[in-house]
């Protein structure tokens, strides 16, 4: 449908034809419509890859969205969006399924653990650039309990950053991540195990000065209980470690958090 306008003259479409004005323009502009027609787009198999892609492109952005949700806490400290980046690793994970069919491949973060190990929530300064210590991380899956080894620290020499600060202290956070699948009767992507994106928990380590030695540290945490009952070969811990600095304040009695830190995913089980 077109309208007329006094000032502006015909705009919309007709037959086919689209009229239209640019901005400081005294003329209309008519072109031939050339997108698909939603109804040929649904039903001919002219598009039948088109529907294809699409319908793996929105397993992704679904893929994307948990795991910002496994992340917690951890958006807050990106100087990036996470999100894109996240839709094209789970794109990638698509490429792995070799066996099934394009519009209804898996995609398996539980095969393949180790794409998301590393991811960086910061990319102008990334958290290694500012840590320089060994991180060794195990999940004991019966119990949910998740140990984090962390070599001594030296902060004047292993903490790597221009800013001031009094103390500083590490961070994790745990996160479940469910593979997902092809549903064919509703023709989406979905999760194999539902309601798991966000879930997190969050364990803070304690504060030490910027100016002390740090022996070696093992960290530990327990995840919750209700959580051992949802467990599957398709439901995967992420396990994010971050670093976080503070300041005293009311006469070295609190410490105020800085609104900075730098993180990463340290391990997935």
């Not at 990036?80 to 491949?105: A, C, F, H, Q, V």
């Not at 898996?106 to 840590?131: H, M, P």
């Not at 919750?224 to 304040?249: C, Q, R």
Request: negative net charge.
């Amino acid at each position: 449908m077109a309208i007329y306008k006094e000032n502006s003259g015909l705009i919309g479409s007709i037959n086919g034809y689209c009229y239209y004005r640019l901005p400081n323009c005294n003329h209309t502009i008519v072109r031939k419509n050339h997108g698909k027609k939603k109804k040929e787009t649904l039903n001919s198999l002219k598009y039948e890859g088109s529907r294809k892609y699409q319908k793996e492109f929105n397993g992704c952005v679904e893929f994307g969205s948990m795991a910002c949700g496994a992340i917690g806490d951890f958006n807050e400290i990106s100087d990036y969006s996470l999100n894109p980046e996240l839709i094209r690793m789970g794109s990638y994970l698509l490429e792995l399924d070799t066996l099934s069919e394009n519009g209804k491949r898996y995609l398996l973060l539980s095969a393949n653990k180790n794409e998301l190990c590393g991811f960086n929530f910061n990319r102008n300064i990334t958290f290694d650039n500012v840590v320089n210590v060994n991180l060794e991380s195990e999940m004991d899956m019966e119990s949910l309990i998740f140990e984090v080894g962390i070599s001594p620290i030296n902060p004047n020499y292993r903490i790597q950053i221009n800013r001031q600060f009094s103390v500083l202290r590490f961070v994790f956070v745990v996160g479940r991540l469910s593979d997902l699948k092809y549903n064919p009767e509703l023709d989406i992507y979905e999760p194999v195990i539902k309601d798991l994106e966000y879930n997190t928990s969050r364990f803070d380590g304690p504060w030490f000065s910027k100016d002390s030695y740090l022996g070696q540290q093992i960290m530990r945490g327990q995840l919750p209980e209700i959580w051992k009952a949802e467990m599957t070969d398709h439901v995967n811990l992420v396990l994010s470690i971050a670093i976080e600095f503070g300041e005293y304040y009311y006469y070295d009695q609190d410490i105020k958090v800085l609104n900075f830190g730098y993180g990463k995913v340290l391990n997935v089980f």
